[in-house]
């Protein structure tokens, strides 16, 4: 789900094999599938957010539900060739803007002088280097984040986790990486707390799997919670393949399963499960 949040270094050891989309210029309908953003969307048909969310007459571009349809423009109004400049729209992210503009997010991020590609806001203006400009590629480095310890968020994805049936070593990697553990953290596209839950999953899963609200703002539990049945959907629908469901918590399931990757599934996912050997095993 973080196509919307966090930008990781790629992982050197740790290969998987994946596809890059690729453009689609014809208009056509897209029908959400869990865990997909519409960054993502609007990244696959080389579109823009904005033109997207314009283009179907959502309000919110952070709030998009599974199994919405939505009418893609033919058109290829967010990517573009190196150069120039791009002014960020809500839904953004510096890989998706980076990949759209055929550049690297190191260059992209070195440009600009961004010290953390993870915050990007709307409004800001970025510099698209050019041939001359764009920095040599950085050497891949394996940067794991550090172990996190809290006892109430462990009790509460151990608990969760034996109830749903799933790898609590699995949950807590996912946490780890996406949040660090932390039920404060809420990225700029509006992923929520410790699983990072993004708000239309978090509707999703409330109306037609709990028939419940639950508080994923200010509850590790609830939070945990909808993280983890999130998974075990995902789990379930890839055969139990771990890296496809790191994959798919990432950039939602339908893409995964149709073997298409985002430019940062890859790191993401080996991520996961390298975290997950290195503290859980």
Do not use: C
């Not at 919405?68 to 033919?74: A, K």
């Not at 932390?182 to 929520?192: L, N, P, Y």
């Not at 799997?209 to 959907?233: C, M, P, T």
């Amino acid at each position: 789900m973080l196509l919307r949040r966090i930008i990781i270094p790629a992982i050197i050891g740790i290969s998987m094999p994946f596809l890059i989309v690729s453009a689609v210029s014809a208009a056509v309908k897209h029908t959400v599938s869990p865990g997909e953003t519409l960054g993502f969307i609007a990244l696959m048909y080389h579109t823009g957010v904005s033109e997207l969310a314009n283009f179907n007459g959502i309000a919110n571009p952070d709030l998009i539900f599974p199994g919405q349809e939505l009418d893609v423009p033919g058109s290829d109004g967010g990517g573009g060739a190196p150069g120039g400049s791009y002014t960020v729209q809500s839904g953004d992210t510096l890989s998706g803007i980076a990949y759209a503009h055929d550049v690297t997010t190191s260059e992209l991020a070195s440009t600009n002088g961004l010290s953390d590609a993870d915050y990007i806001y709307i409004g800001q203006v970025l510099t698209i280097p050019g041939p001359s400009q764009a920095a040599a590629p950085a050497v891949p480095k394996l940067v794991f984040p550090d172990r996190p310890y809290d006892e109430t968020v462990e009790w509460a994805i151990d608990e969760i986790a034996y109830e749903e049936g799933i790898p609590a070593g699995l949950v807590k990697a996912i946490a780890t990486v996406e949040s660090g553990w932390r039920q404060w953290a809420i990225s700029h596209a509006g992923a929520i707390g410790v699983m990072q839950v993004m708000p239309g999953t978090a509707v999703w899963l409330e109306n037609d799997y709990f028939g419940y609200d639950l508080n994923e703002y200010d509850s590790i539990w609830d939070n945990v919670k909808l993280g983890a049945r999130f998974l075990h959907i995902l789990l379930e629908a890839t055969g139990w393949d771990y890296y496809a469901t790191a994959a798919s918590y990432y950039q939602g399931l339908s893409p995964t399963e149709q073997g298409v990757y985002y430019p940062d599934t890859a790191d993401y996912a080996s991520m996961v499960l390298a975290v997950w050997q290195a503290y859980w095993p």
